[in-house]
T-cell receptor, first 114, second 110 residues
Framework: DSGVTQTPKHLITATGQRVTLRCSPR?????VYWYQQSLDQGLQFLIQ???????AKGNILERFSAQQFPDLHSELNLSSLELGDSALYFC?????????????FGQGTRLTVV | GESVGLHLPTLSVQEGDNSIINCAYS??????FIWYKQESGKGPQFIID?????DKRQGQRVTVLLNKTVKHLSLQIAATQPGDSAVYFC?????????FGKGTKLSVKP
């Protein structure tokens, strides 16, 4: 168990809908990262937060947004969903501002858009 | 458990043999290179890292080699066990972010 908790584990929704994925980092970790893992793209970095503030952005679509709350949990919001958004979404956490080489990953949320 | 189901290169080895998983990276400015292991239904798990000014680092049953001349990284697993069956990702740390490669699926035959 990595100590990172993601909910829900599975999510099935229709095109055009909006969903929220939740992540609780390891106790004491201030940084949270979101990754998307799809069949043909591998693990794609989406966005990083550190202590409530956005620190880095990767290949995140404008339809997607995230935030980190004062208790350090994070949410990834996906809107106007398309079939191509179906993927595994991972959250990872680490202690420091920049990405530690040892980021701890949750078990992921599998999103299926139908 | 769930399978990631990625269309990946596959390496099949006999239990007890050594495994070598290779990776090419792109950014000469990356300061760390890391190997992660992802078992079916789980998130990636850190295995070992190597700083860009090193060419070899050993862990428990694993060795990472870095060849900066050809931008190549490899992971050697000694005496491969069934529990080593997983997808292995190399990653490079560039501008503070972890950029992952596409992964190699390792299958261990008993």
């Amino acid at each position: 168990d990595s100590g990172v908790t993601q909910t829900p584990k599975h999510l099935i929704t229709a095109t055009g809908q909006r969903v929220t994925l939740r992540c609780s980092p390891r106790s004491g970790d201030l940084s949270v990262y979101w990754y998307q893992q799809s069949l043909d793209q591998g693990l794609q970095f989406l966005i990083q937060y550190y202590n409530g503030e956005e620190r880095a952005k990767g290949n995140i679509l404008e339809r997607f947004s995230a935030q980190q709350f004062p208790d350090l949990h994070s949410e990834l919001n996906l809107s106007s969903l398309e079939l191509g958004d179906s993927a595994l979404y991972f959250c990872a956490s680490s202690v420091r501002t920049s990405t530690d080489t040892e980021a701890f990953f949750g078990q992921g949320t599998r999103l299926t858009v139908v | 458990g769930e399978s990631v189901g990625l269309h990946l290169p596959t390496l099949s080895v006999q239990e007890g043999d050594n495994s070598i998983i290779n990776c090419a990276y792109s950014n000469s400015a990356s300061d760390y290179f890391i190997w992660y292991k992802q078992e079916s239904g789980k998130g990636p798990q850190f295995i070992i890292d190597i700083r860009s000014n090193m060419d070899k680092r050993q862990g428990q049953r694993v060795t990472v080699l870095l060849n900066k001349t050809v931008k190549h990284l490899s992971l050697q697993i000694a005496a491969t066990q069934p529990g080593d069956s997983a997808v292995y990702f190399c990653a490079e740390r560039s501008l503070g972010n972890l950029i992952f490669g596409k992964g190699t699926k390792l299958s261990v035959k008993p």
